[in-house]
């Protein structure tokens, strides 16, 4: 699917979900030395590379998660994304709302790839609603854009491609990385 260059052009936050779309939504679960509890998670390194990419353009980018894991702070440290917000209940409209008037932005100005019904209500306000190859029904009726990739597998990185080439950037950023990278 493409994406309007005008919409494109309009986005200054981009916002990912974390479990179903920078995972395959599986979580490992386990126990560690004296039985204090392990989490651990899959992310695609593709991903990660996109994630820089839209940094690279100057775009902000915040990870949005229903669910509170040392592994997604982790990931988000690795890739150097500040904006991480993790909260339990799913609320994710207010901690959103938060960061929008922190950065003096509207919600035109988002876009979102998200995959479940926790990220409907975002889906429904930001300016490009976004989702995985493998979202939920509800999350495909209300999304603009739609990977052909599952969460985890590809998506984001699908994603960040899709928006950088409706913007006109996608060939430069590509260009100066592999230029950085030639020695």
């Known amino acids: 699917m493409d994406i309007p260059e005008t919409t494109a052009r309009q986005i200054r936050l981009v916002v990912f979900d974390v479990d179903g779309v920078m995972t395959d939504g599986g979580i490992y679960m386990g126990a560690a030395g004296g039985g204090k509890p392990l989490e651990l998670k899959r992310f695609n390194v593709q991903d990660g590379l996109g994630i820089k990419f839209l940094q690279a353009a100057n775009l902000q980018v915040a ?51 998200g995959d479940d019904l926790a990220d409907l209500p975002v889906l429904r306000r930001v300016g490009l609603p976004a989702t995985v190859a493998d979202a939920a029904p509800e999350v495909l009726r209300v999304a603009a854009w739609q990977s052909t990739r599952r969460g985890g597998h590809g998506a984001v990185r699908e994603f960040v491609e899709a928006l950088l080439r409706a913007r006109g950037e996608w060939t430069g950023l590509v260009d100066e990385y592999c230029r950085k990278r030639s020695g």
């Open 63 to 113: 990870l949005l998660s229903g669910r509170v894991s040392e592994s997604t702070r982790i990931r988000a440290a690795e890739l150097g994304v500040r904006d991480v917000f993790q909260d339990a209940g799913a609320r994710k409209i207010p901690v959103l709302q938060k960061l929008l008037d922190a950065r003096g932005l509207d919600w035109s100005a988002v876009a979102l790839l």
